[in-house]
């Protein structure tokens, strides 16, 4: 029962950090992701020039990081706390 416990909390930590390693491959690379980020962009603001649009692009590339990382900061905090208060109430 403990470890369907703890898998309960860890697998969620062990598949993102599979999400994580898929989005470091070419098919979140700049030339994939102007396919669609870069025309939403030009829809929502058509007065910016292209250069401005690369540059919301690779912000919005770079911010989703920041995002990603922090997902996974809150899932590896879950996770040893749940752990860290099994190995407390079982005295070890």
């Not at 030339?31 to 250069?51: A, C, G, K, N, W």
């Not at 208060?85 to 079982?90: D, L, T």
């Amino acid at each position: 029962m403990l470890y369907k416990k703890l898998l309960k909390y860890w697998l969620p930590v062990i598949i993102w950090m599979g999400v994580i390693v898929w989005t470091s491959t070419g098919v979140f690379s700049y030339e994939h992701t102007s396919r669609f980020i870069v025309p939403v962009l030009q829809f929502l603001f058509p007065s910016l020039s292209l250069d401005h649009v690369n540059m919301l692009h690779e912000l919005i590339r770079k911010s989703t990081y920041i995002g990603i990382y922090f997902v996974l900061g809150l899932l590896l905090f879950r996770a040893s706390v749940v752990t860290l208060r099994k190995n407390n109430a079982s005295g070890g």
